[in-house]
């Protein structure tokens, strides 16, 4: 298993293969998402983080999930819409993963080797966060229940 992030790729919401190098250089808050979910709303705080910081060198990657009470039901056109419609999303969305189990995408079983929560490394709910520094370390993991808000405060220390 490789130990750096940038050797990863995902799949787009439009279906292009994107390379996490792509994202050399940048501070990176790696998220999976859901858009049926009480924690939904948090897309409205991500966006906030992503219009506040994108231009010092953060940048947001949502990674639709269902694997929590099926809260993540649609395709990635309706997916899209949600984000865009209900929330005003503007950072990368990928196409929808598994975070947990055999089928588990290769950055989240990175990122989960990495940085173990507070019951082990297995995802607990939708909105986990990993936060990976300017050179592709992952850095801090914050709980599904932790606010965007919340974020803030390591982004000022991270972001100068």
């Not at 809260?71 to 419609?85: A, H, R, V, Y």
């Amino acid at each position: 298993m490789t130990n750096d992030f940038y050797q990863f790729t995902a799949k787009s919401l439009g279906g292009k293969d994107i390379k996490m190098d792509a994202y050399k250089g940048k501070t990176i808050l790696v998220v999976n998402t859901a858009s049926k979910c009480g924690l939904t709303p948090q897309f409205e705080g991500l966006e906030k983080l992503n219009q506040k910081y994108k231009d010092k060198g953060l940048v947001i990657l949502g990674f639709p999930c269902n694997q929590f009470l099926n809260q993540e039901p649609g395709d990635e056109k309706s997916i899209s819409e949600g984000c865009l419609l209900n929330y005003g999303v503007t950072f990368p969305m990928f196409s929808k993963i598994d975070v947990n189990g055999k089928n588990t995408h290769p950055i989240y079983k990175y990122l989960k080797g990495e940085l173990s929560g507070l019951f082990g490394s297995k995802i607990k709910w939708n909105f986990t966060k990993f936060l990976i520094d300017s050179n592709g370390n992952p850095i801090k993991r914050f709980s599904p229940t932790t606010v965007p808000e919340k974020i803030d405060q390591y982004l000022i220390n991270i972001l100068k």
